[in-house]
């Protein structure tokens, strides 16, 4: 969400006649687009502003602004810092190119958040603002905003869960989706570009619901509208909510080839206790049920998760009851967090933050070398076999002289199941769906070589 956020700025500005610099102390603008999910992602960015506070010593000029989510929670706190002249919460992203020109004008500081951040959906506010916000993003999400061939459309903002730990509804606001129309031009849009696999955006993206007239669209409905572009080879999306899971999702990757069979749909504990206190809405058993009910209908889907471990009350027993249900699902990947409070949450609030960091460390390793252990015994399945993939570009490690083929550069792709695949082959190949064999494996990467 936040890359699609910042790539629609830098494409705004662009068509002002700002170019990106690789380094701050070439720039007339430092944007930081912000997460407050984690209070490590905040305090990164206060780390980000002391190094600006001191090249503003030299470069007196030098603007900064503080956009996207803790810019809606911390506001004119921010705005006090000495390095910081503008503050943008996500809900006004539209405003941004507008007031670093005016900002670079008059050299005044400027805030600009929602006052009321949970306004109905439907108030007149919420729907004037979602309006600009969707003409912004049409007018600015190019090609050149996303990975070669690849691209993501938000089809809703905000969040209703007010899942316990959670900040996401008090700085994204309500939920409010899309209209189906404006997705699907869009989705058309990026495809005449070149664009072959789209990921549809949602903090709770299968939560999608579009009323016109008598007909409510849903994220099914999407997914084979966009499946019907002929250029789109792939869909995607991201990321849902297992208490609000529709099953005609399930059925439309089981019968449509286009909808990647791959989910992430986060459990954050395996304890029905902790569920219940971090208010998630389902049991673990619940969890289970429709994890088996995905494997039935799509025999071959990847799964993904997110894990939070050491929230508050969390006993030795809890986290083995995540142990348990870690090994039952079996993921592909998983996400592992460490509890932090989020301040103006329930759980900031009303629960104690009452596991010591130690604790929460331990367990954060434990679960993590579960995952891994899972993982590379599940990669070994693909050693041997072919894969479709769509390559990314170069790896990291596209500079390593390769003995085995020492024309081409190692490439990075993924298969429909987001498996991460290395091999070696021409640079130009960026873009394609290509064919590889599977030569060796590891818990994070599939390792391949052409046909």
């Not at 900002?103 to 729907?127: C, F, G, W, Y």
């Not at 009910?293 to 799964?303: E, T």
């Amino acid at each position: 969400m936040n890359k699609l956020d910042s790539s629609l700025v830098t494409a705004a500005l662009a068509e002002r006649g700002f170019d990106l610099t690789d380094k701050a102390t070439d720039a007339d603008v430092v944007l930081i687009n912000t997460c407050s999910v984690r209070q490590h992602a905040e305090d990164r960015v206060l780390s980000n502003l002391g190094h600006l506070r001191h090249l503003k010593k030299t470069k007196p000029d030098l603007l900064v602004a503080v956009i996207g989510c803790m810019a809606q929670r911390m506001g004119e706190h921010l705005l006090a810092n000495e390095a910081v002249d503008l503050v943008v919460g996500p809900g006004q992203l539209h405003e941004v190119p507008e007031l670093i020109e005016a900002a670079m004008s008059d050299r005044q500081k400027r805030l600009r958040v929602l006052d009321n951040i949970r306004r109905p959906a439907d108030s007149e506010t919420v729907r004037q603002l979602s309006d600009k916000l969707d003409d912004f993003e049409l007018a600015y999400d190019t090609d050149e905003n996303h990975l070669k061939s690849q691209a993501f459309i938000r089809v809703m903002r905000g969040c209703n869960n007010f899942c316990s730990y959670c900040i996401v509804p008090y700085v994204r606001g309500p939920e409010v989706s899309r209209p189906p129309q404006a997705i699907v031009e869009q989705a058309k849009k990026l495809a005449g570009q070149g664009i072959r696999q789209i990921t549809l955006l949602g903090q709770t993206v299968n939560a999608y619901r579009y009323i016109e007239g008598d007909k409510t669209y849903t994220l099914a409905d999407l997914l084979e509208q966009i499946s019907a572009i002929d250029s789109v080879h792939w869909v995607r999306f991201i990321t849902s909510h297992p208490g609000q899971f529709d099953p005609s999702i399930l059925n439309l990757m089981a019968t449509m080839p286009k909808v990647c069979p791959y989910l992430h749909i986060p459990a954050q504990s395996g304890s029905d206790r902790i569920l219940k206190a971090m208010n998630r809405g389902y049991t673990a058993g619940y969890y289970l049920e429709l994890i088996q009910k995905a494997r039935r209908a799509v025999p071959d889907i990847s799964l993904a998760g997110d894990f939070i471990v050491g929230f508050p009350g969390e006993t030795d027993e809890d986290f083995e009851a995540t142990v348990e249900l870690v090994k039952q699902v079996r993921y592909k990947n998983c996400f592992v967090f460490k509890y932090s409070p989020r301040p103006g949450t329930y759980a900031e609030r009303k629960l104690a933050d009452d596991v010591p960091d130690e604790v929460k460390q331990q367990r954060n390793i434990r679960l993590l070398e579960i995952v891994g252990q899972i993982a590379e015994e599940e990669n070994r399945r693909y050693l041997g076999r072919t894969v479709e993939v769509l390559v990314e570009g170069l790896s990291k490690k596209a500079h390593l002289n390769n003995a085995e083929n020492e024309h081409h550069p190692q490439l990075i792709g993924r298969t429909a199941g987001d498996s991460i695949v290395v091999f070696n082959g021409s640079e130009q190949l960026t873009g394609q769906f290509v064919n590889v064999k599977i030569v060796k494996t590891s818990a994070l990467t599939l390792f391949g070589r052409l046909p």
